[in-house]
């Protein structure tokens, strides 16, 4: 036994030596440091954008590149009107309206033209009203052979004669037309006129291409949301929904517009056709005035007095809590368009010094700055097909 533990003892010298030359082949070999957890550096940068933009600049309509390069004068009579830009689905014409200045700038007559932008020709005058009528929003048909617009005329907030969209009070209404691209007689679009008499404004085309939103109303101030069924050549009126301005998504049959919101304010509500309840988007102190769906349709920009906001849709949910906020001190901008990738928004710029009015392009990532594209530019509006 006594020589058994002899042996045990002699042996543990030699495994701690042993040990001791493991430790130290191990420290001569070099470790690698751990890998670090800290995220890499990522420069955020704005694509190029080759998609044609349409704006109107000193009374005529501008076409150019995404970036403001390239810039075309379309010439046509009269001084175009810049509510009243409208692409194509296929994004090779472009339709607007213009109104002879030398007579009445409020009366018209008003005249439809169409440039076939892709060709680079001139635009064509497929149709002249009437003084004291005059045009209001077009929107193409959904293979582009037609123009849809209402032509309707009454008087101003001064009680002046005033045609279309110039018109706050309305008298004559020639109803909802579909104008032939090419020219020629205009046709009804709807069998039965609205309740309310009143003309169809604003009208813009679903994504299925199968009706169309717009707002039905004896003034502006008492206007309320209309659904035109193409097919079925007939309206339905929704007396509780107050709008001024509609819009649909461009991948869902919602609808968003402007109603009342909190002091008789402009609010931002979405909207599905047939649901008995809608989703206010914003309700501010300020009184909204422009807005527009993303290419996507998961986010909306909205003007909101001084400020320039951009609504994120969360789980397809309304309202939503991620907003962003792109703002310039001492500055009014409308007219949001966004870019087809939906990473950045050109806008109307205004600044309350008086200077003239320009278009810039905001990125959502509110670190980089915002820059002119077009000076004295109103109204921008990108090509996005359907």
Request: aromatic fraction near 8%; charge should be positive; include cysteine.
């Amino acid at each position: 036994m006594l020589q058994r533990n002899a042996l045990r003892w002699a042996a543990i010298p030699l495994l701690a030596g042993a040990c001791a030359a493991a430790t130290i082949g191990c420290r001569a070999r070099p470790v690698p440091p751990p890998p670090s957890r800290a995220r890499p550096e990522t420069k955020y940068e704005l694509r190029p954008v080759t998609t044609p933009l349409a704006c109107v600049k000193e009374g005529a309509v501008y076409v150019m590149d995404g970036e403001g390069n390239n810039q075309r004068r379309l010439s046509a009579p009269g001084a175009a009107v810049p509510e009243s830009l409208a692409w194509s689905p296929d994004t090779r014409r472009l339709a607007f309206w213009t109104v002879d200045r030398t007579q009445d700038p409020l009366a018209g007559p008003f005249r439809l033209c169409v440039a076939d932008v892709a060709s680079n020709g001139d635009p064509a005058v497929i149709y002249t009203s009437d003084r004291g009528l005059g045009g209001d929003v077009p929107v193409f048909s959904p293979n582009g052979a037609e123009v849809y617009a209402s032509v309707y005329g009454g008087r101003n907030d001064e009680g002046k004669t005033a045609g279309g969209l110039f018109a706050k009070q309305f008298s004559r209404d020639l109803g909802l037309l579909g104008f032939p691209v090419g020219g020629g007689r205009p046709r009804s679009l709807i069998d039965r006129r609205p309740a309310t008499r009143g003309p169809l404004r604003w009208p813009d085309l679903s994504p299925d291409g199968k009706q169309l939103v717009a707002i039905s109303g004896q003034s502006v101030a008492h206007g309320h949301l209309a659904i035109i069924d193409l097919a079925a050549r007939d309206t339905q009126e929704y007396r509780d929904r107050a709008a001024f301005i509609a819009q649909w998504c461009p991948r869902a049959l919602r609808v968003a517009y402007l109603g009342p919101g909190k002091d008789r304010m402009r609010g931002l509500r979405v909207w599905t056709p047939g649901a008995t309840t809608d989703a206010v988007v914003a309700a501010g102190l300020q009184p909204l005035a422009t807005f527009a769906w993303s290419p996507g349709g998961r986010a909306i920009a909205y003007t909101d007095g001084w400020r320039y906001l951009v609504q994120v849709e969360q789980r397809h949910q309304w309202p939503s809590r991620l907003r962003k906020s792109l703002r310039t001190p001492g500055a009014v901008y409308l007219w949001p368009t966004w870019t087809p990738d939906g990473r950045a928004i050109v806008y109307e710029y205004h600044q309350t010094s008086g200077a003239q009015s320009v278009l810039k392009r905001d990125s959502l990532d509110t670190t980089i700055a915002a820059r002119d594209l077009v000076a004295g530019g109103v109204r921008p509006l990108f090509a996005v097909s359907r």
